[in-house]
């Protein structure tokens, strides 16, 4: 990205949605841009001191032109050559171009990025972001955009390394940042750029496990994304699109089947449109997108559709494979797993038919090199899971014995990392291996692992011993007795430990409620730890289900009938125990619903609901595109009139509820839609000195007609005649002054000249400070 369009949200690479890289388009100003390198060149060698400035971002230039053509040597020299010299011209003199030097460097960052040397990537995004965490200590209200940016860009380089858990709150900080600016419409103010942050922002979370709080964020970039999409569609479309695939990757994450299959169906509908007008530029994103449906759509119990869908994805591929293997055989490889586990568990098809493309895919992920091993892993567990299914245990295990020495290595060079594939990986080992008679062996795997990451890796090793027990409650007499056993003391001992329960405390217990001889397992908690049973143990899965359905119910309404349905359960004081249980998991949700529980036992389900069903309303309202949708669903949901909306509401919409309650709907849309009908609304509240209604009018007049000097100078005089002139600065008015035309500026001090003379006292002082900010005579 050239650095005079940091912080404004153009040229943002789509990421975070797991959408494919787009096909290249020939480039007629890549030739133009070489020439004026030449010549910008030829200027730096005669003049250094006047032409290598021109020389660098000639340069920059450039590596974008060649990037886009897809010449990463190429674009990678320019941005390099335009680091060196941008990094000399900052020496002489300290600091003169070192803006330019961080907008260099978040360029070259890039780039390495798209070689795939993340370690030097993420070196670049560092200094970047120092030299902009510099510049805004010096210079606070200019570089905020610009550290946004570079805080976006290196929560991507941290996640590209894997650490996912150490991107989320650089991804945060960039929400922030911009957050303030869009809101103050400060310098760099960028709607789009918001966007793009939540989205990646969204997409570290659900990296790093926290899926559950991924989904607003996304669900709010696709919500500014649609908005800009309206506008400019053929801009924002495509980043609306990508979007919409990755809030259907957040709601799968977290059960909601039905949310992740609607929000896919659309990504997919606007990329095949896109797709049939540019198919050189879409059709790898549709392919994507087909894919990732057809997933939903399985999980969903849709399995024709998702077969159908399957299919459709691999033949996208195919074509895109055919053109540039490269970079879309990893593609075809996670479509044709898509369609092995289609046809697996599928009327048109069975585990034979599966055992092609699981083999397909595995071959060709073995092309990419190991860059590719984790999908290689996935792709051989996959495998190995359809040889199960056709009773062929012994090539399983060749499957799985590859999948995880090739997990265990991974994990092992990167200690911290997630565990999750590695464990996934080795159950089905010890499985396929015990369906051999092997349990020995699996037994071994086990303890070997385990005793790898003992000492580089002790949470995995934690994990993993864990997952050891718990094998051997399905393991022949005498071992499970030993598996119980072991899992009691484990539990007992980490609840003494006063660690407090995470995942694998909910993994041990599940495995114990799991066990066929419940009574036994009850028996040996009395006999090893001298204590009575205790509730999580005397949880039914059912019950554990159900409440966990509750509690991701997609909406309040929908929660709502969901208890209505139930209610019988989960008044029970087993539910409130699941609800214990789920916290560990989701520590938010539970306790909202533990409190929604017993509001709902103390004071009835309407009593109890109303409230949020309101909040989430007057969410979807402040949400509607434009003034006319918004009387439409305040028109429908009437009751919003009544509600009292709480602080961080925007002013305007604040006003509409207000005036709307007091006068009507008429009246308070008349003043979002006509200055005038405002003007003489705000006439009306000066002449009465009437302070709320003013700060109403100022509101409307910053929010909805971006006449920020007549909304923050009213919001000042309301707040005069309301006794309450200490919690303002009059010179803020000074600042926005000049972005006023004359006619404002007259116009307010005029209003308040004549405030100040109908009401001196006890505030002269304050009128006299705010006329002189507006450049009046006081």
């Not at 496990?209 to 801009?235: C, I, K, M, N, Q």
Request: charged fraction near 25%; aromatic fraction near 4%; glycine fraction near 10%.
């Amino acid at each position: 990205m050239r650095y005079e369009d940091r912080g404004t949200g153009v040229g943002v690479e789509a990421r975070g949605a797991g959408v494919g890289h787009r096909s290249v388009v020939a480039d007629p100003g890549r030739a133009q841009a070489e020439e004026e390198v030449r010549s910008r060149r030829g200027a730096a060698e005669r003049d250094p001191a006047a032409g290598l400035p021109g020389l660098a971002e000639a340069l920059g230039g450039l590596s974008a032109r060649r990037a886009g053509a897809g010449d990463r040597t190429g674009s990678l020299a320019s941005a390099r050559e335009a680091v060196d010299i941008y990094r000399s011209l900052s020496e002489e003199p300290p600091g003169g171009f070192l803006p330019e030097l961080a907008g260099a460097l978040h360029q070259l960052s890039d780039r390495l990025a798209a070689t795939g040397d993340r370690e030097g990537a993420l070196c670049q995004a560092k200094e970047a972001a120092g030299i902009y965490a510099e510049l805004g200590m010096e210079r606070p209200d200019r570089f905020q955009a610009e550290l946004a940016q570079a805080m976006d860009a290196l929560g991507e380089r941290i996640a590209d390394t894997g650490d996912r858990s150490g991107a989320v709150p650089f991804g945060k900080q960039a929400v922030r940042l911009q957050r303030e600016l869009v809101e103050e419409d400060g310098p760099g103010a960028s709607v789009p750029a918001l966007a793009e942050y939540l989205l990646g922002y969204g997409g570290h979370l659900a990296g790093a496990g926290e899926s559950v709080e991924a989904v607003p964020h996304t669900e709010e970039a696709v919500v500014l994304f649609r908005g800009l999409a309206a506008e400019d569609a053929e801009t924002f479309l495509p980043r609306l699109a990508a979007a919409l695939h990755a809030l259907g990757s957040h709601r799968g994450e977290v059960s909601d089947v039905s949310g992740a299959v609607e929000a896919a169906r659309e990504a997919c509908g606007l990329f095949r449109g896109l797709a049939t007008r540019q198919p050189d530029a879409f059709r790898s994103e549709l392919a994507t997108a087909v894919e990732g449906l057809a997933g939903h759509l399985h999980k969903a119990g849709e399995t024709e559709a998702g077969l159908r869908t399957a299919r459709e994805a691999v033949a996208l591929y195919r074509e895109l494979v055919a053109e540039r293997p490269e970079d879309f055989r990893p593609g075809l490889a996670a479509a044709l797993r898509t369609l092995a586990r289609g046809l697996a568990e599928g009327e048109d098809g069975g585990p034979e038919e599966a055992l092609s493309p699981a083999r397909e895919a595995v071959e060709l992920l073995r092309e990419q090199g190991d860059a590719f091993l984790p999908e290689l892993a996935g792709a051989l567990q996959g495998l190995g899971t359809n040889l199960e299914r056709v009773d062929d245990a012994e090539v399983a295990v060749e499957a799985f014995s590859e999948a995880v020495a090739l997990l265990r290595s991974l994990a092992l060079e990167a200690p911290g990392t997630s565990a999750g594939p590695l464990v996934s990986a080795l159950d089905g080992l010890t499985r396929a291996l015990a369906r051999t008679g092997e349990h020995a062996a699996a037994i071994e795997e086990y303890e070997e692992t385990v005793k790898e990451f003992a000492a580089a890796d002790p949470a995995t090793a934690r994990r993993l011993g864990v997952e050891r027990s718990a094998f051997l409650l399905r393991c022949p007499d005498p071992l499970p007795a030993t598996g119980v056993a072991e899992l009691v003391t484990w539990l007992d001992e980490d609840g003494e430990s006063g660690g407090g329960a995470d995942t694998v405390t909910v993994r041990a217990r599940h495995a114990l409620r799991s066990y066929g001889d419940i009574k036994a397992v009850h028996t040996a908690w009395e006999e090893e730890t001298f204590t009575s049973v205790p509730g999580w143990l005397a949880l039914t899965p059912e019950a554990l289900e159900l409440v966990s359905a509750w509690m991701f119910a997609p909406n309040w309404p929908r929660s709502r009938d969901f208890w209505s349905e139930n209610a019988e359960v989960l008044g029970r004081e087993e539910a409130a125990t699941a609800l214990d249980e789920l916290a560990v998991l989701d520590p938010r949700g539970a306790q909202r619903h533990a409190l929604l529980r017993d509001a709902v036992l103390v004071h009835g389900v309407t009593a109890a609901y109303d409230p949020l069903i309101l909040s989430e309303q007057l969410a979807e309202w402040l949400e509607c595109e434009d003034w006319a949708e918004s009387r439409t669903y305040l028109e429908e949901h009437p009751r919003l009139l009544t509600v009292q909306p709480p602080q961080d509401t925007p002013l305007a919409h604040v006003a509409v509820l207000d005036i709307g309650r007091a006068e009507g709907l008429d009246a308070a849309y008349r003043l979002v839609e006509d200055r005038e009908a405002l003007q003489a609304y705000v006439d009306r509240s000066l002449e009465a000195g009437d302070g709320t209604a003013l700060m109403h009018g100022g509101g409307i007049e910053g929010q909805v007609f971006r006449d920020r000097l007549s909304s923050l100078t009213h919001a000042q005089v309301a707040l005069v005649l309301s006794g309450e002139s200490e919690g303002f600065d009059p010179a803020d008015l000074t600042a926005l002054r000049h972005r006023s035309d004359e006619e404002t500026r007259v116009r307010l001090v005029r209003e308040t000249t004549a405030l100040s003379l109908r009401h001196p006292e006890p505030h002269g002082e304050t009128w006299r400070r705010i006329i002189q900010a507006l450049g009046g005579d006081a």
